[in-house]
């Protein structure tokens, strides 16, 4: 876990990954109006891992000034951990080596009930969103939703660099809006 915390080329291809995403959104036009959308990024402190990611790209409807927020791999909703940390870390609160709370408040210095709560987010909001619903089908075999979010790590062969990237790039639907509001915590 320390050494994924420090992965330089990790943070390097996630952000590579983000960039395609958010080009992607500024090369078409409002969803709304259909006008030219502008540059309108938003300052996030991610904490969890040694990266210089200060903003979340973003952009404003030159018209009508809704905002459009592109799928990432980085940042998971608003949660203010960096998404693989949070993927990963309640990950281990499950599966054959489950790691205690304590030893990962300990290792790690997240907070207990931070711990807690991304771990029933799984458990509780994920599974029940319709992003989740509409792609489970894809997983054979069928995934064990009370092996949130562990199965899915073990699915994506997550402990590598490259599952790690395809599992955010799988999850980065839920991280914007128009992927229907799985976000809050
Ligand atoms: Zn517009």
Known sequence: MEKLLKDGRLCKLLEEVDW???QAVRAGKC???GAKLHCGDFTRKPRGMVVS???R???DCSRCRKRHTPPSVRFLG??????IVVVLVAAMMHGPNARRIATLHEALG????TLKRWRQWWLDVFVQTPFWKANRARFMPVLNEAG???CLVESFNAEGREGRIKL????SPITTTSGKGVVAM
């Open 53 to 55: 990611w200060d903003k």
């Open 78 to 83: 608003r949660k203010v951990y960096v998404g």
């Open 168 to 171: 955010m790039e799988f999850l």
């Open 148 to 150: 949130m979010p562990y």
């Open 110 to 113: 997240i907070d207990k009930r």
């Open 31 to 33: 969803r709304h109006c």
């Open 20 to 22: 395609d995403l958010a």
């Open 57 to 59: 790209h973003s952009f």
